[in-house]
């Protein structure tokens, strides 16, 4: 994918400030600290984008990045940080309710996992909440780099039976490494083809 443009559109608070050009978008969820704002970063070749506009007052917002005039990545907020209060739980559920429900445009799903752990309950529950509301969901395991090659197709085993993950693929990321990038573009152009 040749990068022309990337805008960051808006840090969404609310529905009523969703982008209404009609672009399609592929989302990006996981566990905060997972490495989402990293792996973000690197598929835009951007040092900083992505974690710029996550100061700590923002992280309940939906960054919209348009992509080429083309396409947006929407960078959901992440979950299940140990520390987190209920208040702030709840708020999540509610800004995540308000964008699956109302998204026309959301084509696919990337639930990014940690290479070196197990999914854990939250995890689980996220992607039934995709399954649930028919959204397509891709399975990228980042910070790749901290396991050897060898071990990726057991890892990769035992994601897809604690998730029941019947998808087509899981795609390892590296950002320390750069590597895996050119398989997740092949796999967001396959999907705005289809
Ligand atoms: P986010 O909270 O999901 O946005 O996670 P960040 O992108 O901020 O990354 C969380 C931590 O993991 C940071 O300390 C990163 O340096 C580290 N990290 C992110 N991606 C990688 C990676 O590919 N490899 C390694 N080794 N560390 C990573």
């Known amino acids: ?34 490495g989402k704002s990293s792996a973000i970063n ?35 907020p992440g979950y299940g940080y140990a520390k987190t209060a209920k208040t702030e739980r709840q708020h999540w559920g509610t800004v995540m309710q308000e964008y699956f ?15 070196r752990h197990e999914p854990k309950e939250d995890d689980i529950l996220m ?20 396991i050897s090659r060898g071990a990726f197709q057991k890892t990769f085993s035992m994601m897809r039976k604690k998730l029941d993950y019947h998808g087509e693929k899981i795609l390892p990321i590296s950002s320390l490494k750069k590597t895996g990038k050119d398989e997740i573009w092949n796999h967001i152009v396959n999907i705005f083809e289809q």
Do not use: C, W
């Not at 609310?14 to 209404?20: A, M």
């Not at 429900?101 to 290479?115: K, P, V």
């Not at 399954?131 to 395991?141: E, M, Q, S, W």
């Open 42 to 76: 690197t598929l835009l070749n951007r040092r900083s984008l992505a974690r710029v506009s996550q100061n700590p007052g923002k992280t309940r917002t939906i960054n919209f990045y348009k992509i080429n005039e083309e396409f947006y990545f929407v960078d959901l």
């Open 127 to 146: 992607y039934k909440y995709a399954v649930h509301y028919n959204i397509p969901v891709t399975i990228i395991a980042t910070k790749s780099d901290k």
């Open 1 to 34: 994918m040749k990068l022309k443009s990337i805008e960051l559109v808006i840090s969404a608070m609310s529905k009523t400030q969703y982008p209404h050009d009609e672009l399609p978008e592929v989302a990006f969820v996981g566990r905060s600290n997972v």
């Open 101 to 115: 429900e109302n998204s026309q445009d959301l084509r696919h799903i990337f639930l990014l996992l940690d290479i």
